[in-house]
């Protein structure tokens, strides 16, 4: 079986860098294509890339994937700051161009496993609150994976009949008891020398049961998109979260 | 529907006293028998008990069950010290009455989800670890419990395929790294002031994924023993664990 | 040396009882009254009490104090419910009996320690937040110990000359950010299955530090009832936490 | 006053690259001597160093350390591998320079508070046990941190005559207690995705407060390089850690 052809957009940031020396690492993929800020997206086609993994920056994403999507190319999508909007109009592109794949959303193993078993033991808990914790550079607040996390166990809690969380505060300073987010408490906690922390704690009877998810390095991202771009090529239309990739049931 | 008539052997003890406040508090469920020390098992019998919750000691344990089997009384057992040797001898009973079912060990939601959790994740990471943590009054290390989750990783990891844990210890004090259960170290820590904790730390590149189970009270094993004792009945033979009754799946 | 006479108000309730078991097991101490809520307060001139242990709720412990200090018996008070008011009261009151002292406010150990060690540390960090996490039926959020945490951290903070914490959140769910206490956030988690927990979390470039105390037990309050009872009578006057009492310099 | 002349042996390494941008970053400091594997000691002299910053490996360090004493330049000493032996060794060179100030050992701030609170801590309660983490390159178990941490408690232990941990185990699987350091259990826990963390955990009855250092950059270690370097001029002779410069109390 010959090596997948692979093109990074954005590959002198960061983890652009990180995932062009992950890509050079294994057999299975090829690197044909390394685009920096200046280079044309023609470059991709003219390589023969079958994959792009998208890593530069929200202003920039929408002209790269329309890019792709109008060229056949299946993408890897790393770069944040998806709106309902901005995920419809992708949707819209890849329904003209039907046999394309387009993977965006957590593509860390950690943070995706995190979500799952947090559904996964919503139903049998009467509490759960969520606290995640990040640099101080970050902008919002809570995070889009602490968000998601919520709403997903919402969803479980309300798929399974459970009542609404106990809760006797009867006097709060404004703020204290956090964001909520369809009836789950979240807290966003920012402070220099963390990185990307979150914590999901369910409660019942004399237990608690703590699900969390450290990243300590953007390197813990690279696992997940080898897997993205291996797999992409084969789920046409759009694909939200590594997790449908990674056979977890 | 009836209710199930329930006796309890051992309601007399802290665990107990708990059960049965926690059988008379619902509908499905009737406590017709409740025995203390000096009670004869033919009080079950007499009774009307069709499952008998089993709160005791290692010591008495088997001449208990050995009765309910052989009555037809189906039994959930809390008390502790199973051997290998003893669960064979159990099957060898409920071999002889087929109709019969035995729910025996972890009965606790949290402690049951935390194996779960640990089982499914255990194959995305290249290292795990266990801590387990207890008041230092217990004379196990590590807990029965934590042995369980580091056997149910390991096997989950040789299915995956996974090589040895990464470790480049050279130079270590005795018993710093742990007590090794079939390649998953477990550390065993005993402090006053604990209850009873599991931690199960896995790390990938640049990220960790940690579950932790926290039981602060024992009343956390009732919700388990209401569940097995519903449950129990219409499954024939020895169930290990509270896990096959949770419809997990 | 004769043991202090020492009087229980508040005798029949969950902590009484365990405060009335802590005197009568040690031998410099002596069990000379033990009020229950019917019974009238001359008992404990009666009985020569010269400390007693205040115990019993928020409604009735203006009234009971006010006695003691008319009658010069010194207090250790473990009703909350103090206002800037009460203080206020109360210190006029000892005004008036210049001889007795009185004890009032966190009688842990480990929660004394945990503020002691966090003001320790502020100065040294550049940001910090606390997370403080009780079961659901507590009506106050954050709670009495987490505010007095952090008005001391950002008290130490003020000293140093430290500059406000660094927050780049533009985005933010109300409430995610938790409450603002003199700068410091306070975050307050609500579950069934917890007990009474709180961390402090410091951050500096690259690293953390986090104190965490977790109280399983109310037990845990009577070593500090013991110092205090042990000690108030040579402090007279209003003392507030058991911190003065503990020869932490 | 004029800026302390400081010279960076290492300076090519990761931490170097990082103390040479620290140094440059402030006013009362100044970088006169950068020094590479191939470069020669000397240059050190020729550039009037007054501190020279040690951050090479356990092969090189006595040669450098021996040469900078003997020319009367101060040293901070980042490069680990201490014995017991070598300080003496370095001791005895200070002997005969009797001005110069050396400074060897833990040098980042969270370190050096969380092994100071410990200590504070330690008189107070019945158990304490250290749990360390550490990426699984990591050749020594428990870390030389975790080591000095346990014996600093130990001896606050017996200083406050402190029996005996509370500990019944007597059914243990080998290593499962962790290592003994003078009576205080250390576990090394070693996982991919862990960079350096310490946790230690004192109990009481019904309490416990846990003391948590993570170390996720090693940038962390340059505040402590600074305060080092502009502290160790004025304290001639051998100082083991940063604590003493930190005007704790």
């Known amino acids: 079986?010959?090596?997948?052809r692979v093109g990074v957009i954005g590959a002198a940031g960061r983890m652009g860098r990180e995932v062009v020396k992950a890509v050079e690492s294994v057999d299975d993929l090829e690197l044909v294509a390394a685009l920096r800020r200046t280079d044309r997206l023609e470059s991709l086609t003219r390589a023969g890339v079958q994959v792009a993994v998208e890593l530069t920056h929200p202003d920039a994403v929408m002209d790269h994937l329309e890019f792709c999507v109008r060229n056949g190319i299946h993408g890897v999508v790393g770069t944040t700051g998806w709106t309902d909007e901005r995920l419809n109009t992708l949707r819209g592109w890849l329904a003209a161009s039907p046999r394309t794949g387009m993977l965006v959303g957590p593509l860390s193993v950690g943070a995706v496993l995190t979500m799952r078993l947090a559904r996964y033991a919503a139903r049998w808990f009467e509490s759960v609150e969520v606290v995640e914790m990040h640099h101080p550079d970050k902008a919002d607040a809570p995070s889009g994976a602490a968000v998601r996390t919520a709403r997903l166990i919402a969803e479980a809690r309300r798929e399974a009949g459970r009542a609404a969380q106990p809760d006797a505060t009867t006097a709060a300073l404004a703020g204290a008891r956090g964001a909520d987010v369809e009836g789950v408490p979240v807290h966003a906690v920012r402070a220099r020398g963390l990185v990307a922390h979150q914590e999901v704690i369910f409660g019942g009877t004399g237990e608690t049961l703590t699900i969390r998810h450290d990243s300590m390095d953007r390197v813990c991202f690279t696992p997940g998109f080898l897997l993205g771009v291996r797999r992409v090529g084969s789920v046409p239309g759009?694909?939200?979260?590594?997790?449908?990739?990674?056979?977890?049931d």
């Open 1 to 4: 079986m010959s090596a997948i």
């Open 238 to 248: 759009l694909t939200l979260g590594l997790e449908s990739f990674m056979d977890l």
